[in-house]
């Protein structure tokens, strides 16, 4: 349970600004939504500005290759490279590959495309090799142009497992095989005991001067994240220096994509933007949220966030942007 | 050192016919050209009648993924899904996933196609999981329609190795990234020590009523066979109850497809069906020779080996058909 609220969680971005010393970005993501907001902050910072630290509790395994779906959105994004329809794989990516394994009898409702399979069979390739993720992801953004630096939350593996009324569930099967249907009871971050935040992200959250929670989903994308040892406890920490700032991935009664908002409820929360700020109470000072739910301010600031009131909704890149330098501005430009 | 001619292999096969219990085929083969006569084989012999022994000294790793070049044309032949310029690879193909991994940086010039890809990616994954090389060719081979057992000569790895004047090189390397080119000194079957024939593979040998060697490259495709502890003796020791033919993948000098006589010049043996005919001198009874070279038919016949004169290039399906009906035919139809 979160404790009451810090004086220092009080403060105005406006009165906080002063006392903040300039460091670096480090952002908070998961998959689509997340990679979004990361996006627009690629184009406003230089490389050594931001870091952006991924969750890697949907990774999984398909057809013996790891696949780390968030880190994947993440790259291609920042690459220019990812389906603009859906948000995540590779544009004009074919799926070949995919519908020869379904003709071994595989099961392939994971759609893997082709192109996407090779990030997939290089990263595997490292593993065994005995590459770490983090360096595996720094290749791979090299190889794809992307300078800022994207970072998997562990190098260890965290599983996301959502216990359901049809049993428990690895986050891709609940969210892809089984479309989210089965109502969550609880989620389990299992592995995060013995796992360490990735070198990157240690040093993230050492440097930080800014931290943005992306619009991802608290319980699958962000939630995994703090599951990590010490992790909760550096961003509470970082309060002392940073600027923490949550963009709400919740609008208007529900998540603006995804089932973020059906598994809140099931899991007894409230659905809304308030409920995002009182998921986040101890470790983020000031919460971005929709026009829409501006008279929810007053409940929000009672959890001892600061609200502010901003076009949240991300349609294309220009939207990406604005929504970045809104927060940079908030920190001092 | 072959021995001296035994007085059996000097039977002809119309006096041989006789002798010879009925039992079933085995055909043993490399790649395009041995395919191409497991193909009409299999035309005209049913599922229970044939086994298709394959080379696996070929096999290789390439981007962590277990490839098995020579049993994959086998299969795609078999399954009528071969790409019918090449010979290799599967009608269609695309090559997106190569593409991609050229894009991570690493070397591409074993052409893997996309679904091509899904076979190399399944073998894998079953490796991993504890199946053997034989298990997971009887799968995929169920998947992709084809009846006739295709049958890895060993579970365990062998891997052909050419000591050339550049250096030694292991078969791919030699034979798609070198393009055969570099001069060939001695070639080694590494691991062929601690192999055992496949189960299958060993039930054929002692089952087999004919065995027919394919044409493929002596160096490359059929002595790694001969080179587990044992297959020589028993393909030996088959001469007291089976026909063995070969069909010579030499005609006029040169071989009908790759490398075969410019390796086996480089070696000291003579590119012609007679240095055929001394390669196979201690396990085959008859060798099938074009039409022409009829003149050198004395001197396999010098060498205890019985000539067959007959059109063995096999440019389409009738060929290929017409050359399986009348090897069988040789074997009392």
């Given at each position: 349970m979160p404790g009451p609220p810090v004086p220092g969680r009080k403060l105005s971005p406006e009165r906080r600004r002063a006392s903040v010393a300039p460091g670096k970005v480090l952002a908070l993501a998961g998959g689509v939504g997340g990679a979004k907001l990361a996006l627009g902050l690629s184009r406003v910072l230089s490389p050594n500005e931001l870091s952006v630290v991924v969750n890697?509790?949907?990774?999984?395994t398909f057809h013996?290759?790891?696949?780390?779906?968030?880190?994947?959105?993440?790259?291609?994004?920042?690459?220019?490279?990812?389906?603009?329809?859906?948000?995540?794989?590779?544009?004009?990516?074919?799926?070949?590959?995919?519908?020869?394994?379904?003709g071994f009898g595989v099961e392939t409702w994971f759609n893997l495309g082709d192109r996407d399979l090779a990030t997939h069979i290089r990263r595997?390739?490292?593993?065994?090799?005995?590459?770490?993720?983090s360096q595996i992801t720094r290749e791979l953004c090299a190889r794809l142009g992307v300078e800022t630096p994207v970072i998997p939350m562990s190098d260890q593996p965290v599983r996301t497992v959502l216990h359901t009324l049809d049993g428990d569930l690895p986050m891709q099967d609940y969210f892809v095989q089984r479309r989210a249907g089965p109502a969550?009871?609880?989620?389990?971050?299992?592995?995060?005991?013995?796992?360490?935040?990735?070198?990157?992200?240690?040093?993230?959250?050492?440097?930080?001067?800014?931290?943005?929670?992306?619009?991802?989903?608290?319980?699958?994308?962000v939630f995994p994240i703090l599951a990590i040892p010490g992790v909760r406890e550096s961003l509470e920490a970082a309060g002392q220096r940073a600027l923490r700032v949550a963009v709400s991935p919740i609008v208007g009664g529900d998540a603006v994509r995804g089932p973020a908002g059906k598994i809140m409820a099931e899991l007894g929360h409230e659905v809304s933007c308030v409920g995002v700020a009182r998921a986040y109470?101890?470790?983020?000072?000031?919460?971005?949220?929709?026009?829409?739910?501006?008279?929810?301010?007053?409940?929000?600031?009672?959890?001892?966030?600061?609200?502010?009131?901003?076009?949240?909704i991300m349609d294309d890149e220009t939207d990406k942007i604005r929504l970045a330098r809104t927060i940079l501005d908030l920190n001092g430009g």
């Open positions: 890697t509790g949907d990774d999984e013996g290759l790891h696949v780390s779906p968030d880190l994947d959105t993440m790259t291609y994004t920042l690459a220019g490279l990812v389906n603009p329809e859906t948000g995540w794989g590779l544009s004009g990516d074919t799926f070949h590959a995919l519908e020869m394994l379904r595997t390739q490292l593993l065994a090799q005995g590459w770490s993720l969550v009871t609880d989620i389990t971050y299992v592995g995060s005991d013995a796992a360490l935040p990735s070198p990157g992200f240690q040093a993230a959250l050492d440097e930080a001067g800014l931290v943005v929670f992306c619009p991802s989903n608290p319980c699958l994308s109470r101890d470790i983020v000072d000031v919460l971005f949220i929709d026009e829409q739910d501006e008279p929810l301010s007053p409940r929000i600031r009672q959890l001892g966030l600061e609200p502010v009131v901003a076009p949240i």
